[in-house]
């Protein structure tokens, strides 16, 4: 058994306050992303992690779903803490 190396390309996306690290991650023998990572959270707090672990057909693909992605888990917690004050 061969263990595979992986590398990535980090992008950083701001929004309302957030930010958001996308890795676009990539397989050693493999010319397409095989998956992402994003990391959102308030700048000095504890960052949530979401992960997707499927090929994407570009790096582009996946850093646009990685802001989605970070916009969609933005959007809860502000209208979670919007509910609950």
Do not use: N
Request: hydrophobic share 35%; charged share 15%; aromatic share 10%.
């Amino acid at each position: 058994m061969s263990l595979q190396s992986t590398s990535h390309d980090l992008y950083v996306h701001s929004y309302l306050g957030y930010q958001a690290s996308i890795y676009v991650l990539w397989e050693s023998s493999v010319e397409f992303p095989t998956g992402m990572l994003v990391e959102v959270g308030k700048p000095g707090a504890t960052a949530r992690t979401l992960r997707v672990s499927r090929p994407f057909s570009s790096s582009t693909e996946a850093i646009l779903e990685g802001k989605v992605m970070a916009e969609q888990y933005v959007e809860s917690q502000k209208s979670g803490a919007c509910s609950a004050g």
